[in-house]
């Protein structure tokens, strides 16, 4: 392996990361289902749901209000597994509560693509 893949594959997810994000707060359903790989087995754990497959996860993001999403971040950290596999961990703040999102970003033909999240409160 090597690391300059690493370091890349660091920035590219940021990159998708932070797009990911800008999505979220703003509720822009296209960027947030496209960031999500198109697959039976991608998984989102929510703090209040549990999301098996891609067809879930659209439909939880069509239903959901658009309001309140505004997030601070506290804190990322982008960990390349290989040059393939990189995790995205986060703490934010969101009104007064402190969460924690981690997200399994894997490069698929489309590129970077989340195949596992979990949020929960701390």
């Known amino acids: 392996m ?3 893949d690493l370091d890349d594959a660091r920035a590219e997810v940021r990159e998708a990361f932070d797009r990911y994000d800008a999505a979220l707060v703003s509720n822009d359903i296209g960027v947030l289902d496209e960031l999500f790989a198109d697959d039976p ?7 209040g749901e549990e999301l098996f497959g891609y067809d ?4 939880f993001r069509s239903r959901r209000s658009g309001q ?9 950290e982008i960990t ?10 986060a703490v934010f703040r969101r009104d007064e509560r402190v969460v924690r999102q981690s997200q399994v ?3 698929l033909e489309p590129g970077w693509r989340v195949v596992s999240a979990h949020v929960s409160t701390r």
């Open 2 to 4: 090597i690391v300059a």
């Open 41 to 47: 087995r991608t998984i989102r754990f929510g703090a």
């Open 56 to 59: 879930e996860i659209r439909e």
């Open 68 to 76: 309140g999403l505004a997030r601070t971040l506290e804190r990322v």
């Open 80 to 89: 390349p597994l290989s040059p393939e596999v990189v995790l995205a961990n």
């Open 105 to 107: 970003w894997m490069r």
